[in-house]
C-alpha cells in the first residue's frame, strides 16, 4: 500500500500538467488545491496547494499536455465544450491506469481524476483558478 501511495503523489505531482489539456484553459498563474481518497487509508491525506504558471505554448498541445513522462501514454482524448476526458496508461516505475474528466468555468476548473495500480485505487479532486499572470 506504501508503493500506491508513493504513485499516487507522483502522480499528484505531475498533476498541473493534467489540465491544460482544453482550448479553455489560459496562460497565466493558477492554484490548484488537490485532495485524494484511497481505500484502507486510516486517516484521510490533507489537501494539497500548488502554483503554477503556465505559458502559451504549454496549453497548445493537449496530449503533451496531460504528461511529459516518456513511460505513460494518452490513449483517449476527448473534449466537448468545456469538458476535457482522458485516459492514460503508464509503464516504469509509476505503472497504472489513469482516467480524468475536467470541467472548465471561465478562470477556475474542476477536475476528477482515478488511478488504478496494483488492485488499489486513488481518486484526486482538484479544484483551481487563475489567479493572474505570470511574474
Known amino acids: ?22 482550448d479553455t484553459m489560459h496562460e497565466g498563474r493558477w492554484e490548484l488545491t488537490t485532495t485524494m481518497e484511497m481505500q484502507g487509508m486510516p486517516m484521510k491525506m490533507p489537501p494539497t496547494k500548488t502554483e503554477h504558471c503556465y505559458t502559451k505554448e504549454d496549453v497548445k498541445d493537449q496530449k ?20 476535457v476526458t482522458w485516459k492514460m496508461k503508464c509503464t516504469g516505475k509509476t505503472p497504472g491506469d489513469f482516467s480524468g474528466e475536467t470541467v472548465f468555468k471561465g478562470d477556475s476548473f474542476n477536475s ?24
Open 1 to 22: 500500500m506504501k508503493k500506491i501511495v508513493i504513485n499516487a503523489v507522483v502522480f499528484t505531482l505531475v498533476l498541473p500538467v493534467t489540465i491544460l489539456a482544453a
Open 64 to 83: 503533451k499536455a496531460i504528461t511529459t513522462d516518456k513511460n505513460c501514454t494518452v490513449t483517449d482524448l476527448k473534449q466537448s465544450g468545456n469538458k
Open 112 to 135: 476528477i481524476m482515478k488511478m488504478v495500480a496494483e488492485g488499489q485505487t486513488v481518486n484526486m479532486n482538484v479544484k483551481a483558478k487563475r489567479l493572474g499572470n505570470c511574474p
